[in-house]
């Protein structure tokens, strides 16, 4: 009786997955991404500086104080928007304190290209943002535009 029961469990659940589904495949942004954020830059006179992962940034005051590391604790003041201006995500000036290696991957690159009391511009392309997927509204392959000021190395 007990295995019986087991068995009809699982008929009635493996019978209720859809195999028509097709799994969400992820999609490269890259080449798309790379010409809107060198248009954007070019719209926008910046002076920006490319790493080898495809992060571009601008350093309008470099700061003085501590430099983070990648697993830095810090408060940041930003505000990010996408190419076309609309803003997705703003702090206080007060800023918000984070840990960075629980933020996406162009924060853990572009954060300590600065020390404390500096500021600038992160331009992030998909694949260091939120991927290809949609996520709390952002678009699946978007472009994040980031500026922010390094309040302190926590």
Known sequence: MKYSFLFLLTVLFTSCINNDIEPQVAKDYTVENETEIIDYIEENDLNATRTSSGLYYVIDEEGTG??????SNVTVA???YFTDKVV????SEAGVSFNLNGVIKGWVEG????KEG???ILLIPAHLGYGSFNYYGIPGGSVLIFNIKLISVN
Do not use: H
Request: aromatic share 16%; net charge neutral; proline share 10%.
């Open 88 to 91: 997705f995500d703003q702090s």
């Open 118 to 120: 500096g500021s600038g």
């Open 66 to 71: 501590e430099r983070p590391t990648t697993t």
């Open 78 to 80: 930003y505000k990010g």
């Open 111 to 114: 954060i300590p290209l600065f």
